[in-house]
T-cell receptor, first 112, second 112 residues
Framework: KAGVTQTPRYLIKTRGQQVTLSCSPI?????VSWYQQTPGQGLQFLFE???????NKGNFPGRFSGRQFSNSRSEMNVSTLELGDSALYLC???????????FGSGTQLSVL | GEDVEQSLFLSVREGDSSVINCTYT??????LYWYKQEPGAGLQLLTY?????DMKQDQRLTVLLNKKDKHLSLRIADTQTGDSAIYFC????????????FGSGTRLQVQP
């Protein structure tokens, strides 16, 4: 069974641009969560989607948004990029009946 | 809000046991997790324990949970150089069981 797939693996953007990251969950997993990992703040929860609806949200500004499609694939978008948005963005999926999270390898975003 | 604390660094010799500790302030009654992260990689679900258990053993891994003291530990028996990585304790928030609060991670260095 394929794991959680995140694309692209690396991204370089400049301040003010926007970016879209993609996540394909494990087959059969309908819950997708997003996390940000930085050296300073560590791992922080961004949001969770289930059945195309945002079910939970962390403490991030409105520049961070996401969506989920009917096939459970998810995207997250960051608009008006800031230097501090440079991070590893991790996606995780889980079954609805079992809350254990399985993570992808992440997208490393560098904002210059 | 929830807070999860871990020591930052642990160094052991190959073949010794490693014990990584974690304390948390609050959690919903559900699973508590240990994740492993190797350089340049995502998070690997290493093991977990359900909140109504005191101990769980999984091959070389033993998880101990003291709910009264809100203390979680991970013991790795016969530590190998391949165990060198960062280990994260993760606790679900009360706002959502897939919204995890992570510790800062413990870097385990295994010396040959």
């Amino acid at each position: 069974k394929a794991g959680v797939t995140q694309t692209p693996r690396y991204l370089i953007k400049t301040r003010g641009q926007q970016v879209t990251l993609s996540c394909s969950p494990i087959s059969g997993h309908r819950s997708v969560s997003w996390y940000q990992q930085t050296p300073g703040q560590g791992l922080q929860f961004l949001f969770e989607y289930f059945s195309e609806t945002q079910r939970n949200k962390g403490n991030f500004p409105g520049r961070f948004s996401g969506r989920q499609f009917s096939n459970s694939r998810s995207e997250m978008n960051v608009s008006t990029l800031e230097l501090g948005d440079s991070a590893l963005y991790l996606c995780a999926s889980s079954l609805e009946s079992n809350e254990k999270l399985f993570f992808g390898s992440g997208t490393q975003l560098s904002v210059l | 809000g929830e807070d999860v604390e871990q020591s930052l660094f642990l160094s052991v010799r190959e073949g010794d046991s490693s014990v990584i500790n974690c304390t948390y302030t609050d959690s919903s009654s559900t699973y508590l997790y240990w994740y492993k992260q190797e350089p340049g990689a995502g998070l690997q679900l290493l093991t977990y324990i359900f909140s109504n258990m005191d101990m769980k053993q999984d091959q070389r891994l033993t998880v101990l949970l003291n709910k009264k003291d809100k203390h979680l530990s991970l013991r790795i028996a016969d530590t190998q150089t391949g165990d060198s990585a960062i280990y994260f304790c993760a606790v679900p928030r009360r706002t959502g069981r897939r919204a995890l609060t992570f510790g800062s991670g413990t870097r385990l260095q295994v010396q040959p």
